[in-house]
């Protein structure tokens, strides 16, 4: 029964890893097409950038996840587990950056549409 559990695993994490390369490439593909459709207009450019940052985003997340099913599920050793974390914060690193270029801020920073608005039904005493 241990045998068939990993053999299942083996081939979820390989799907999952498949699954990850094929968002990349899909995204890298429909970001190309986009951007030769729009390519003289002023946002064609940052239109690309961001297409392929999000397919690239799903892509990683989709890979650090099939990373952690191997790790954890099928190869649980030190070794191992030192090689996942190492992936981990490269990955991470990856994503912090892609993130910072495609939405211009940190992902911890609100949008300026996002933040709270004083209520209209206060009034300020000194306005």
Do not use: C
């Not at 979820?12 to 094929?22: F, L």
């Not at 190492?86 to 911890?108: A, N, Y």
């Amino acid at each position: 029964m241990d045998q068939v559990f990993s053999d299942v695993l083996h081939v979820t994490t390989r799907v999952i890893e498949a699954a990850g390369v094929i968002v990349i490439v899909a995204g890298a593909l429909v970001a190309g097409a986009n951007f030769l459709r729009h390519w003289s207009s002023e946002d064609g450019y940052h239109e690309l950038r961001s297409t392929l940052g999000r397919a690239i985003l799903l892509g990683l997340e989709l890979l650090v996840a099939a990373d952690i099913i191997n790790t954890v599920a099928i190869e649980p050793t030190l070794n191992s587990l030192a090689v996942l974390a190492g992936i981990v914060l490269i990955r991470t690193f990856l994503s912090l950056s892609l993130e910072v270029e495609i939405e211009g801020r940190w992902p911890w920073q609100r949008r300026s549409r996002d933040r709270k608005r004083p209520r209209a039904d206060i009034r300020d005493p000194d306005a």
